[in-house]
Each structure stands twice: as structure tokens, then as C-alpha cells.
């Protein structure tokens, strides 16, 4: 079983940044993946960005040049870097942890979800 807790989140203008933090514990595998999934009201949780063990990333379409995900820290945690946030990015914001190689589909493990709202 792995714990995720999430810090970051809020109310932020259209233009400005934010950075998500997401600290993973318990029976955390050597291989595994870290993303994070978004939701807006009305529509289906999708993918952000992903990372593995090894670092390769993913991204969607949609943050391409302008989210970073990356790994750091002294414990298994995982940030997201969101720059020049659009209001589009207003949703609930979510971290998973899988086991494995996989980038294309969620663990079991989620986090608290945080909201990202942005305005115009």
C-alpha cells in the first residue's frame, strides 16, 4: 500500500505559475511511475504528465512546453511545475502511483485531490 500526500494548488491569474508536490511512503517499488491527472467539472479524468523510476516523462498534448514534471527530494516525491496556466487548466488535480513501466493507464494508489483554479 502507498500513501500520497499532496501539497499546492489554488487561485492563480492566467499567466502566472504554480507547482504541485506529491510525496509518496509505504511499499513503494523500485519500478514504478508517478503522474498526474486532472479533472474539470463535467468531464473525465484525464493524464497530465508522468514520470518513471528512470525519468523518462509524458506529456498531454495540451501542457506540452509549459508543465514540467520531474522527480526530487529526499523521500519518492514528484512536483509539477505549471507555467503560463491557462483558465482551461482550472480542475482537481490528482497524483497516482503505479507500479510498473506503464504510462498510459493509473494505479490503484491516488492522492487527495487539490484544486487549480485560474482565472482570467
Known amino acids: 500500500h502507498v500513501q500520497l500526500a499532496v501539497s499546492g494548488g489554488g487561485l492563480v491569474r492566467a499567466g502566472w505559475s504554480l507547482c504541485l508536490a506529491c510525496?509518496?511512503?509505504?511499499?513503494?517499488?523500485?519500478?514504478?511511475?508517478m503522474g498526474w491527472y486532472r479533472q474539470a467539472p463535467g468531464k473525465q479524468r484525464e493524464l497530465v504528465a508522468a514520470?518513471?523510476?528512470?525519468?523518462?516523462?509524458n506529456y498531454a498534448d495540451f501542457v506540452k512546453g509549459r508543465f514540467t514534471i520531474s522527480r526530487g527530494g529526499a523521500k519518492n516525491t514528484v512536483y509539477l511545475q505549471m507555467n503560463s496556466l491557462k483558465p482551461e487548466d482550472t480542475a482537481v488535480y490528482y497524483c497516482?502511483?503505479?507500479?510498473?513501466?506503464?504510462?498510459?493507464?493509473?494505479?490503484?494508489?491516488w492522492g487527495q485531490g487539490t484544486q487549480v483554479t485560474v482565472s482570467s
Open positions: 514520470i518513471t523510476s528512470g525519468g523518462g516523462t
Open positions: 497516482n502511483y503505479r507500479r510498473g513501466n506503464s504510462y498510459y493507464s493509473p494505479g490503484d494508489s
Open positions: 510525496a509518496a511512503s509505504g511499499s513503494i517499488f523500485s519500478i514504478n511511475v
